[in-house]
């Protein structure tokens, strides 16, 4: 089993900051794509940013500049740095990584999700 445990989450006004962070643990042999979606009010889940192994990064045009996405492959960790939050970032954040298990199988994990609250 992979476990991925979700931090940072919380209230901040608009064009404030906050840094989600998110743990793998287990069965991990490797990990691949690491990334961060996210579950707005009225709205299906949304990629927000990923990044592979080798640090390539994707970003949702709605978030580009503004938030970076960052891992550390020796503690297999993945990052959100957000800043100049808006309303509409408003909504849970949710971790997900990807790779190989020790059993050789693939998995592909999800954090329980953590609340981003952004005020006006």
């Known amino acids: 089993q992979v476990q991925l445990v979700e931090s940072g989450g919380g209230l901040v006004q608009a064009g404030g900051s906050l840094r989600l962070s998110c743990a793998a643990s287990?069965?991990?042999?490797?990990?691949?794509?690491m990334g961060w979606y996210r579950q707005t009010p009225g709205n299906q889940r949304e990629l927000v940013a990923t990044?592979?192994?080798?640090?390539?990064?994707n970003y949702a045009d709605n978030v580009k500049d503004r938030f970076t996405i960052s891992r550390d492959n020796g503690r297999n960790t993945v990052d959100l740095q957000m800043n100049s939050l808006k309303t509409e970032d408003t909504g849970v954040y949710y971790c997900?990584?990807?790779?190989?298990?020790?059993?050789?199988?693939?998995?592909?994990?999800w954090g329980q999700g953590t609340q981003v609250t952004v005020s006006s």
């Open positions: 287990g069965t991990i042999l490797s990990i691949n794509t």
């Open positions: 990044i592979t192994k080798s640090g390539r990064t």
């Open positions: 997900n990584v990807g790779g190989v298990r020790t059993d050789f199988r693939l998995y592909d994990s």
